[in-house]
């Protein structure tokens, strides 16, 4: 069977991800494209899917009888609607991080699937799908004893200027907090942001980096650098420190040169690289599971618990305060 798809959304990673499902994997086909920009879904037609029909709105496309799955690849505060109508419609739905931007956006969407009986939600957490952190999963399962901390690093290049403070928790921070949450097997109890001194490459209305601290369910204490305009390059570090040793996220492959004195390496400069399998490996994943009318992956009980702690680290951000995270009982269909 070939899942036909339709993407919602067709900028940056709307376009990359039409490219893997029509060029890179099999058992899909993009059939349809909606951008509130109609220029931007024209483009992507025009490249990677000639044959995918435009729809002006994305409910349209949504409810479409071509259509048997869904992507959301719309800016973030668009897509509870879009997830919500995709669920209304009994059709997988893959959406892009964040699943809403505020928990109880992400609540309603949790309700409404629970409502319907079935997964239909698989939230765009890619790190889980990465062979890098599954490596280092198995390693901090087995290997290193208990945990006890972990010290993490997001750096971006650089950032535009729409890019603003809250930004670094819900835009950039959110993959740390859904896959250190999936690594550890734990959950948040507290969030506290500090910010050191301030780069003179960071413009006025943000404040970079900043340093988020995080404590777990279990006790485990993280810190989490994150620096959107670090400048040299893209770099996402993770080391857990056991109580019998510890272990690194391993650095992207890449050639060793030893040249005119020097030893060196290329460091990457763009996300889309960095995590370029786990991108694969996770639509992959949707396309199997949507075959069966269904969803797999990260849930949206993850994108939920996601967004709650966000809006923790929102607020201590704002409050300069350790802010306590409170979970309500996760339902067992999420199990
Ligand atoms: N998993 C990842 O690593 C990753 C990487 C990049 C982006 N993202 C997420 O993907 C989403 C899109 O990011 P992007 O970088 O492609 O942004 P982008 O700005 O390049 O593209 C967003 C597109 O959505 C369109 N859009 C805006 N409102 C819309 C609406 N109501 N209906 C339909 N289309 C609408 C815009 O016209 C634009 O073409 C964001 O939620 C972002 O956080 C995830
Ligand atoms: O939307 C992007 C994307 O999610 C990247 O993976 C992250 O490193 C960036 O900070 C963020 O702006």
Redesign the pocket.
Same mark, same amino acid.
């Given at each position: 069977m070939t899942v036909r798809i339709g993407v919602? &959304? *067709?900028? =940056?990673? &709307?376009r990359d991800h039409t490219r893997r499902i029509n060029q890179v994997l099999s058992g899909a086909e993009v059939v349809a494209l !909606? @951008?509130? !920009?109609p220029d931007?879904a024209r483009a992507v037609q025009a490249d990677l899917a000639p044959g995918a029909k435009l729809h002006d709105r994305?409910e349209d496309l949504i409810a479409s009888a071509d259509v048997d799955a869904v992507l959301v690849? !719309? *800016? &973030?505060a *668009?897509?509870e609607a879009y997830v919500l109508a995709a669920i209304a419609a009994g059709k997988p739905v893959f959406c892009?991080?964040?699943l809403a931007t505020t928990a109880e956006a992400a609540l309603r969407i949790v309700e409404a699937e629970a409502a319907h009986g079935r997964r239909l939600v698989q939230v &765009?957490f =890619?790190r889980r799908y990465d062979a890098g952190y599954r490596m280092l999963k198995q390693v901090v399962d087995r290997q290193i004893g208990t945990p006890l901390m972990v010290h993490a690093a997001h750096r971006n290049q650089s950032v535009p200027e729409s890019y603003l403070t809250p930004m670094a928790i819900h @835009?950039t921070l959110i993959?740390e907090i859904d896959v250190l949450r999936w690594l550890l097997d734990d959950d948040y109890v507290s969030a506290q942001v500090v910010f050191p001194r301030k780069s003179r490459h960071a413009h006025a209305r943000l404040a970079d980096p900043q340093i988020v601290l995080l404590e777990t369910k279990k006790g485990v204490r993280i810190d989490v650098e994150v620096f959107v305009n670090c400048q040299y390059g893209y770099d996402i570090q993770c080391q857990v420190v056991g109580e019998e040793g510890l272990a690194n996220l391993p650095e992207p492959m890449t050639i060793a040169m030893r040249r005119e004195a020097r030893l060196q390496s290329d460091i990457l400069v763009d996300?889309k690289q960095r995590?370029i399998d786990s991108y694969d490996v996770e639509l992959a994943d949707f396309i199997q599971a949507a075959a069966r009318g269904t969803a797999a992956g990260p849930t949206a009980w993850d994108g939920y618990v996601a967004a709650i702690t966000s809006d923790a680290c929102v607020e201590a951000q704002e409050s300069g305060r350790i802010v306590p995270i409170s979970l309500p009982a996760r339902p067992a269909h999420y199990d």
């Open positions: 919602i &959304g *067709t900028g =940056m990673i &709307g !909606s @951008d509130y !920009s931007a994305g690849c !719309s *800016t &973030g *668009t897509h892009e991080k964040p &765009g =890619m @835009d993959h996300w995590f």
